[in-house]
């Protein structure tokens, strides 16, 4: 897995350039923080949200990034072959134990290769996850493209390295040149061309 960075050369899971550490935020003065501290109260203090930053990772909000980087391309390999490439505009790394997740923002790109064809499937959406297995996870208005022209729309996908399928437990709507089709979740191959819709309703449209 190689990874760029309009910053320096860094790495998830490989290598990360050492100069991509967080900032050195300065705390300003005692005052300043107290009359911050009494503006705040007064407009209505509200509890911080509770709760992990990514619902479905293991990763809590409290843990702070091991590494960042900006304008990343991220290439994953499998058995020596360019599989995925993974494009953002931000992402930090974190770590828990052995355990190594890449959080990526600010607008997604990944574009999987078929196997066998080498067709592209190009999947957006507004920000994911790289497990150190290369499971990827896609959040908010995930959009999916194949090379036959389907597009499948959802708020949430999970691409599974071990068997390269997608699947997903939201709302879903699946567009093809003469067909809708709309469910509660599906799973499918990497090209869209053989895929199961959960509770499945749709309509045709006529080219006559």
């Known amino acids: 897995?190689?990874?760029?960075?309009?910053?320096?050369?860094?790495?998830?899971l490989i290598s990360w350039a050492s100069s991509n550490y967080l900032p050195d935020y300065r705390l300003p003065h005692r005052k300043t923080l107290f009359l911050l501290a009494i503006l705040s109260c007064t407009a209505g203090c509200e509890a911080p949200p509770e709760g992990?930053?990514?619902?479905?990772?293991?990763?809590?909000?409290?843990?702070?990034?091991?590494?960042?980087?900006?304008?990343?391309t991220l290439?994953?390999?499998?058995?020596?072959?360019?599989?995925?490439?993974?494009?953002?505009?931000?992402?930090?790394?974190?770590h828990q134990g052995e355990k190594k997740e890449l959080f990526?923002?600010?607008g997604v790109t990944v574009t999987i290769y078929d196997r066998k064809s080498g067709a592209p499937t190009v999947m957006t959406a507004g920000r994911g996850i790289v497990h150190d297995n290369q499971d990827i996870e896609a959040f908010d208005n995930v959009v999916i493209h194949t090379a036959d022209?389907?597009?499948i729309q959802t708020d949430y996908v999970i691409r599974t390295s071990k068997n390269r399928m997608l699947?997903?437990?939201k709302h879903v709507i699946i567009t093809r040149p003469s067909q809708t089709i709309r469910g509660s979740g599906f799973e499918s191959d990497e090209g869209m061309l053989h895929y199961r819709i959960f509770q499945a309703s749709g309509e045709s449209i006529s080219t006559k």
């Open 149 to 151: 022209g389907t597009l």
């Open 104 to 106: 990526v923002d600010g």
């Open 52 to 72: 992990p930053r990514v619902p479905e990772s293991g990763l809590t909000a409290q843990a702070l990034p091991a590494q960042e980087s900006w304008n990343i």
């Open 167 to 169: 699947r997903s437990n």
């Open 75 to 94: 290439t994953l390999t499998d058995s020596g072959r360019n599989s995925d490439v993974v494009k953002a505009r931000h992402a930090s790394e974190y």
């Open 1 to 12: 897995m190689v990874m760029h960075s309009t910053t320096s050369p860094s790495r998830f």
